[in-house]
């Protein structure tokens, strides 16, 4: 089991929600009997924990290159009791752990099994404290970073 913090940089236009820079924090779970299910609670546990109680997650498949099945994992945000009437934000990727990955870092994908996952702690923050533009992490303003 490891969390990994890390700084990403990709192809990607500045707005208000989106960034070409970001810090992510990625998660890798491998032994024996991991299965999908032991991903979705430990998603549900980690929503719930950051957002509150009343959360609920929404996974839609994906394609992700080293996990199989892949999923986007979306958060309810609004009025969680009106099922019909529920908005959701995309919050991070997640999957099973590809057999070939496995295999690749010298485990046997038939004894061994793992989950993987990676979000944007800048998104989080930003849903979190109702920060409206994600590009206040990254342009040095100090009256930002002084705020907290």
Known sequence: KIICPGKVFRRDNDDATHSHQFTQIEGLVVDKNITFSDLKGTLEHF??????ENK??????SFF???EPSVEVDVSWGNEDDEENIKWLEILGAGMVHPNVLKMAGFDPEVYTGFAFGMGI??????RYGIKDIRLF????LRFARSW
């Open 47 to 52: 929503i719930k924990a950051v957002f509150g």
């Open 56 to 61: 609920k997650i929404r996974l839609r498949p």
């Open 65 to 67: 290159p080293f996990t």
């Open 122 to 127: 800048n998104r989080l923050a930003a849903v």
């Open 138 to 141: 990254t342009n040095g303003d």
